[in-house]
């Protein structure tokens, strides 16, 4: 959607799919970056989403045991914004979406589902879409697969995936939150479980990360002593865990890290979780893929425009942004073989490890933390003029 936008604002024509009705998907990633917020301060927009309905996170902080530990302090970062913005993601993407409707080369078909892929002559030209009208062909200059970790477009294409390993799952749920509870979002650790929490105002949004492929044996124990694993962490929460009332309350992400070898064919380019998924530590995968979107646009738009748009300039999207995604996922794969998995397959007592140690005796070190979630290792700026042309 982001990529949409910036090349119709570029004066590209642009048909974004989005194959459900609407964005409505809970538990997507809800966290905005100051990265991003800096863009959008870029394309002048930022004061308008600020109006939209969010929570600001200006410090990260963890419970190791019955310790609590500072990690993370935004308020020195080089951008506009010294926090992280929480939207819910469907209020994000139809923010997005209002704004490319600025432009009349921009269009947003809903309930258009990518299903195939048209080859001409060793190129992709386009897609074959499932409408409700029936199916569909677009043709199309350059074709984006930005569908996400289980991709259908980088499925259809081919293209060799690098399984790069997850140790860990997710169970996301929510969890009231009282005006009298703590501010602070958290994760908390003890030996054999994690609990992320999520300030949400009127609720947390809560993350018990487990081994991978525990799910099956969580829900056999019952939802009762899930509830029961939840208050012992949390004895706050003790009166108010009956909310899950069914393992229909409980969403399970399974975590996956890989990424592609080769992010493009001719005619055709991948971003996002689908060129790499991202781990959910760090909450960073919304931001490296919005990322993906403005270094593609800086690159390949002036090329669209022109209709002269080669193979070179696919390869250089993904030069660009390779050493970004393989350093951050690098630092994702070795906080969860070292840090995550030994903490779930723990017994005794934690000790609080050494570098967070650090971050207490040192409290200026917490910037280290906050600049590598808050802008990664290549954040990208708006480069691509307005065109007159494409209102």
């Not at 905005?32 to 200006?58: A, C, D, N, W």
């Not at 669209?304 to 390869?315: C, E, M, P, Q, T």
């Given at each position: ?16 799919l ?15 970056h ?22 600001e996170?200006?410090e ?6 019955d ?58 030209v386009?897609?074959s ?39 860990i ?68 929460l ?24 080769k ?53 250089a ?7 970004p ?6 630092l994702q ?6 840090v ?25 070190l ?5 600049r ?14 307005e065109?007159?042309?494409s209102?």
């Amino acid at each position: 959607m982001m990529l949409g936008f910036l090349l119709a604002r570029a004066g590209v024509d642009v048909v974004v799919l989005e194959k459900h009705a609407d964005f409505l998907r809970d538990f997507r990633g809800d966290t905005i970056h100051p990265s991003t917020l800096e863009v959008m301060y870029e394309l002048g927009i930022l004061e308008e989403f600020l109006k939209r309905p969010h929570q600001e996170v200006r410090e990260l902080s963890a419970q190791v045991g019955d310790e609590m530990l500072g990690i993370a302090d935004f308020s020195h970062l080089p951008t506009h914004c010294k926090f992280l913005a929480l939207m819910p993601q469907w209020d994000f993407l139809n923010f997005i979406v209002e704004q490319g409707k600025r432009y009349a080369r921009f269009q947003a078909k809903m309930q258009a589902e990518a299903v195939g892929l048209i080859k001409q002559d060793g190129r992709i030209v386009g897609v074959s879409v499932k409408t409700p009208a029936g199916l569909v062909e677009i043709r199309a200059g350059l074709t984006v697969g930005a569908d996400g970790r289980h991709s259908i477009v980088r499925e259809l294409a081919g293209f060799e995936v690098e399984d790069l390993g997850a140790p860990i799952d997710v169970l996301w749920m929510r969890i009231s939150r009282r005006p009298n509870d703590r501010e602070q979002t958290l994760g908390h650790a003890v030996a054999g479980r994690i609990l992320v929490m999520i300030n949400r105002e009127d609720y947390w949004q809560c993350a018990f990360v487990i081994p991978k492929g525990a799910a099956d044996e969580i829900r056999k124990r019952g939802i009762e002593q899930f509830r029961q694993d939840i208050a012992n962490l949390e004895p706050f929460l003790r009166d108010r865990v009956n909310e899950l009332r069914e393992w229909n309350d409980v969403s399970l992400l399974t975590v996956k890290v890989d990424r592609l070898r080769k992010w493009w064919r001719p005619g055709l380019l991948c971003i996002g979780d689908a060129a790499h998924a991202m781990s959910p530590v760090g909450g960073v995968g919304i931001n490296l893929a919005i990322q993906d979107a403005v270094a593609s646009a800086n690159i390949l738009s002036a090329k669209l425009g022109a209709d002269n748009l080669s193979d070179r300039d696919l390869a250089a999207v993904q030069r660009r942004r390779e050493f970004p995604t393989r350093a951050t996922q690098r630092l994702q794969v070795a906080i969860q073989n070292r840090v995550i998995r030994r903490v779930l397959s723990s017994s005794e007592a934690l000790t609080v490890p050494w570098p967070l140690r650090l971050l207490q005796l040192w409290p200026s070190l917490r910037r280290i933390p906050a600049r590598v979630v808050g802008l990664g290792f290549r954040p990208e700026n708006v480069r691509t003029p307005e065109s007159s042309q494409s209102h």
